[in-house]
């Protein structure tokens, strides 16, 4: 593997046969680099008010579906207990797609007090989405 800058972690899209499954939150990535990915086993998470994140993980399941990819979709409250994410995530995984798209409902995003706004809704999202246990459960899980 070619050498990185210090801390940069490999990205799935450089690497498809690194991981057996990515977590991608808040991605925006290159939509013509996405090919490789169709296969892979994918959680995505989003905030629906993130305007740069969401359009775009929007056009690249879009685009994983084109090249045969089967998606689950779903919109989750934000602001839900754990309790609650641990019975989404099931759901979810009980589908059986290999890529799991999840929107966080517009509005369950951004701590009270905060401007609710495209960049909060973003930095918000990876605050939410590393405490969601069940999905890393289901990395885990995954092998190649």
């Not at 934000?78 to 929107?103: C, E, L, P, R």
């Not at 701590?111 to 930095?123: F, V, Y």
Request: aromatic fraction near 8%; hydrophobic fraction near 40%.
């Amino acid at each position: 593997m070619p050498r990185r800058p210090s801390g940069e972690e490999p990205h799935p899209i450089e690497y498809p046969d690194l991981f057996a499954a990515s977590y991608i939150v808040a991605g925006q990535w290159d939509l013509t680099k996405v090919e490789p990915l169709a296969d892979d086993k994918l959680w995505i998470v989003v905030a629906q008010g993130d305007d740069s994140a969401c359009p775009g993980e929007n056009k690249i399941t879009a685009a994983l579906e084109k090249e045969g990819a089967e998606v689950s979709r779903a919109v989750w409250d934000g602001g839900a207990t754990a309790a609650q994410f641990a019975t989404d995530v099931a759901a979810m995984a009980a589908k059986g797609t290999s890529i799991n798209y999840a929107a966080l409902k517009k509005g369950t995003v951004v701590p009270a007090g905060e401007t609710d706004n495209s960049i909060s809704n973003h930095l918000s999202t990876w605050t939410i989405a590393y405490n969601i246990e069940g999905i890393r459960e289901w990395i885990f899980q995954q092998h190649r």
